[in-house]
């Protein structure tokens, strides 16, 4: 036992003894076990080797999974030699740790003078003939290592040292692979840190220049570098503009455009890949117009692209690394960088977009000629523009604790109970008189309209200022009915001249005269009607009451009304079939204008009705109420038009030849003067079969006869 770890060069194994070996392999495994930085598992493992298998100096070569040099050890007499990259790719190449991976076998060279497999140092420089041991660490088949040890007298080494270096080193592999294991996941965990780090500094803010600078201060810290810089690709994507740089050159950097594909830049931006650029000022891609620029000396640079989903939209570049070259590492690091950059980058673009167009809404909310307000459901004032302001006459402050209702009489019927109308973004709109600053009164027509602000709903009103329309309308009112009013009396001499004409028109006079004075009175009496309906039409308008109502008998007016329409009638060969009912009560109306309402229907009824088509005009009683109808054969009118047609200028369209001159405006009278005696007019119809039109009026309560 105290022959083995006790044991020093040149008498620590001679002849394998099976019991040393199990020490041994004990001893090896448990110093081992213990350690997990490949660089100390590496040092033991040869210390370990020189001590019982003896030896002047020793190495290892660790292969990463390709079987490429990953990291190295020498060791001479108790000291470790750093550095020693070059001379090992070189017997790893051509030497005798070549033979071993190659052949996956132990190699004993008894004299390194008369073995092929050793070759002399690079440079040529001969050295003294030794004895060498080489093995590989093969952990579960799998090459992790290359151990060899070396004797300076030749012949030293026997098969034993060598079944002894095979069995160490086959418990080696594993201490070295655990190593190399620990380092990866050490060094990923370092990556996955930085980047951790960055990734809530940069999501931090916003501001794209805040971001920007986030950006380069966290590759700074990440990668210990002397100067960062960031470019941005143009919306052609054809080059790339320096936007942020730290370091002593940044002001400089700022603004320099290259071109995509020019430059380590250029390069990276153009393949969408990382690259380290050890040493600068010779890589071919290097282009040195920037430094020339800047007066910086580049020497290496790490370049990664910065990504928005999936596309490439610029670089950052990490220059000159404080220890001069950047390790396995900082590459991950900085494409880690890279992509947080796209999202925080694109995010903070966006975010400035969304600001300008908000503040271009703002505008024009603002400086609108409507007043608008937005409330939420109830009407308690959010936000009012200056208009509204200016209108109320109060800041925006006070009108935050204001309900619309305040200053306007809200139309319920309009908006619905509870604002029922405006769901699913329906819009409504009424009219009303503002209560404006100072007692003013502003005629306004209202705008509602439902709107969603952050997942909220809430309404939007916008008042539109129509006092000089309503002014307009009053004075066009005012002027129809004056001359509606001045007609009157001419027409009714006209009317009384062509009476006394016909009277005097001698019983044997040229038919023809007769005939020519028959349609004169026809027409103006016509004339006369439309004048009175719409002068009846404007005043009811207004809310003045109707003429005379009093009690008369309805076959009386119906007769009237059919002996006005009957020259129409002849001339289209159509029936007039009266049909009111015996014994009726008397109406409580005005004989005149119901007598014109009834005019009406019945030559609404010929102008669309064919020829010989009949027509019946009736009344019966209906409870309280007399019922009067007018019922043709004609074209009948479509289901959707039956209650608009009663408004003024309605008209249906029935195709281009169905329709007939006219201005909508005999029905809207009808309705007027029929609600205006407190009844009711509606039509029923069948489209090709004809229409009913039926209207109400009330029973009078004196004069009750049978
Ligand atoms: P006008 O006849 O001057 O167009 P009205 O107010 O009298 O205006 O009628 C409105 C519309 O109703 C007409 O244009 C016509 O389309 C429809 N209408 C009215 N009466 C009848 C009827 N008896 N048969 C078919 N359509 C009718």
Redesign the pocket.
């Known amino acids: 036992m105290a022959a083995i770890t006790a044991a020093s060069e040149g008498d620590a194994v001679h002849g394998a003894n099976p019991r040393s070996s199990l020490d041994l392999l004990v001893h090896v495994s448990r110093e081992l076990a213990s350690a997990l930085d490949l660089r100390l598992v590496l040092e033991r493992v040869i210390k370990l080797c020189l001590q019982n298998v003896g030896g002047g100096s020793g190495s290892i070569i660790v292969l990463d999974d390709n079987g490429l040099p990953l990291d190295s050890i020498i060791v001479v007499k108790d000291k470790v030699i750093q550095e020693t990259t070059e001379q090992l790719k070189f017997t790893l190449q051509d030497g005798l740790a070549g033979w071993v991976r190659k052949n996956r076998q132990p190699a004993l060279v008894a004299d390194t003078s008369a073995d092929a497999r050793w070759q002399a140092t690079p440079g040529g420089k001969q050295s003294s003939p030794k004895s060498v041991v080489a093995a590989p660490l093969l952990a579960r088949e799998r090459l992790v290592g290359i151990l060899t040890l070396t004797n300076p007298e030749p012949g030293f080494y026997t098969e034993d040292h060598l079944s002894l270096i095979k069995i160490i080193g086959e418990q080696a592999a594993f201490a070295v692979q655990n190593a190399r294991l620990y380092a990866e996941s050490q060094r990923n965990a370092g990556i996955m840190t930085a980047i951790a780090q960055s990734a809530s500094a940069i999501s931090a803010s916003l501001q794209l220049d805040q971001v920007l600078q986030t950006i380069l201060e966290q590759t700074t810290d990440a990668l210990d570098v002397e100067a960062v810089s960031l470019a941005l690709l143009d919306p052609a994507g054809s080059a790339l503009a320096f936007r942020a740089a730290t370091g002593k050159r940044s002001k400089q950097v700022i603004g320099i455009q290259v071109a995509l594909g020019q430059g380590i830049a250029g390069w990276v931006a153009e393949r969408g890949e990382g690259v380290v650029v050890p040493d600068a000022q010779n890589d071919p891609r290097f282009y040195p117009a920037v430094d020339e620029l800047t007066g910086y000396k580049t020497q290496a640079v790490a370049c990664v692209p910065i990504r928005a989903r999936g596309r490439v939209i610029g670089v950052i570049e990490a220059l000159n690394p404080s220890g001069g070259v950047f390790d396995a590492a900082d590459l991950p690091v900085l494409e880690g960088i890279g992509t947080l950059a796209g999202t925080a980058i694109e995010h903070a673009q966006l975010f400035a977009q969304m600001e300008s167009a908000r503040a271009r809404y703002r505008e024009l909310f603002e400086d609108s000629i409507d007043a608008i307000f937005v409330t939420d459901l109830q009407g308690n004032i959010l936000e009012a523009n200056r208009q509204a302001e200016l209108w109320i006459g109060f800041d925006e402050e006070s009108l935050h604790s204001m309900n619309v209702h305040h200053f306007h009489e809200a139309d319920y019927r309009t908006l619905g109970k509870d604002m029922a109308n405006l769901q699913n973004g329906r819009s409504v709109s009424y009219e009303s008189i503002l209560q404006g600053q100072g007692n003013t009164q502003i005629a306004v027509e209202i705008f509602v309209h439902s709107i969603i602000v952050e997942g909220v709903e809430q309404l939007q009103w916008i008042l539109r200022d129509i006092t000089e329309r309503k002014r307009l309308d009053q004075l066009r009112e005012d002027l129809a009915s004056m001359i509606y009013h001045d007609l009157r009396s001419p027409l009714a001499n006209v009317v009384s001249g062509l009476d006394v004409l016909q009277m005097m028109l001698p019983a044997d006079q040229d038919p023809t005269i007769r005939s020519v004075l028959d349609i004169a009175m026809r027409s103006t009496e016509r004339v006369q009607r439309l004048a009175n309906s719409l002068l009846d039409t404007s005043r009811m308008e207004a809310g003045q009451r109707i003429g005379n109502p009093e009690p008369n008998a309805v076959a009386d007016i119906v007769q009237a009304a059919l002996e006005a329409t009957a020259p129409g009638a002849q001339a289209k060969e159509i029936v007039l079939d009266p049909a009111v009912v015996k014994g009726l009560p008397k109406a409580m109306a005005d004989a005149e204008m119901i007598r014109r309402v009834l005019i009406?229907l019945i030559e609404?009824?010929l102008?669309?009705s064919e020829h010989g088509k009949k027509i019946t005009v009736g009344a019966k009683r209906n409870g309280d109420f007399i019922e009067l109808y007018v019922q043709?054969q004609?074209?009948?009118?479509p289901k959707a038009?039956q209650e608009r047609?009663f408004e003024k200028f309605?008209?249906?369209q029935?195709g281009a030849t169905g329709n007939?001159k006219?201005?909508?405006?005999?029905?809207?009278y009808c309705k007027l003067a029929v609600e205006g005696h407190g009844g009711e007019i509606w039509v029923e119809?069948e489209l090709g079969k004809g229409?009913r039109?039926i209207f109400t009026l009330p029973v009078a309560r004196t004069g009750e006869l049978k």
């Open positions: 009406n609404n009824a102008k669309y043709d004609g074209r009948g009118i038009d047609i309605a008209r249906v029935m007939t006219g201005l909508g405006l005999g029905l809207a119809s229409s039109f």
